[in-house]
């Protein structure tokens, strides 16, 4: 059980659907974006024992850092670059069950094993990624490809990102 405000105390879930409802409850727009979107990543890294998870931007030919839970990342990747960089590249969601087979991974973090980024885009453009990493081997599968990318469609609605 992780620690979460009274009001979301024993409601908990790793399930997608149910971490969907907890992020949808916990985002308060009367309070800072980058609050918002730090305690969404927090809820996420937890329930699921995530390594590390944050967002890239594009900035002009590279994917600049932004908001993230974990250990201290890379600052900049350029275009076509790392699983980040090719996510963007190709424009779809790339999931990596060892991300030491991945021809060009950067690695942050020598615990990550495995990684799934997906890319965000406005109006048919690519402005960033999710990027997400894992201690464990193989952790990704279509069930996270589906509730991340969901998490992204609410972060978009909710005009967080
Ligand atoms: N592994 C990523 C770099 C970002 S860190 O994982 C936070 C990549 O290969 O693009």
């Not at 809820?43 to 590279?62: P, Q, S, T």
């Not at 991340?148 to 005009?159: G, R, S, Y």
Request: aromatic share 8%; with cysteine; glycine share 6%.
């Amino acid at each position: 059980m992780i620690d979460l405000p009274s009001s979301q105390k024993n409601k908990i879930q790793t399930d997608h659907t149910a971490l969907l409802g907890n992020a949808r409850d916990l985002i308060d727009t009367h309070v800072l974006t980058p609050a918002n979107l730090l305690n969404v990543l927090a809820l996420y890294k937890e329930a699921l024992n995530l390594l590390w998870i944050g967002f890239y931007w594009v900035d002009r030919e590279r994917l600049k850092l932004g908001l993230f839970q974990g250990p201290v990342a890379c600052l900049s990747i350029p275009f076509n670059k790392g699983v980040c960089g090719k996510a963007w590249a190709q424009e779809k969601t790339i999931m990596v069950d060892d991300v030491h087979q991945f021809d060009g991974h950067i690695a942050c973090s020598s615990k990550s094993n495995s990684e799934m980024v997906i890319p965000i885009k406005k109006e048919n453009k690519v402005i960033g990624v999710l990027d997400i990493d894992s201690e464990a081997y193989g952790f990704f599968d279509d069930s996270h490809k589906e509730g991340f990318e969901a998490l992204i469609v609410l972060l978009l609605k909710k005009e967080l990102i």
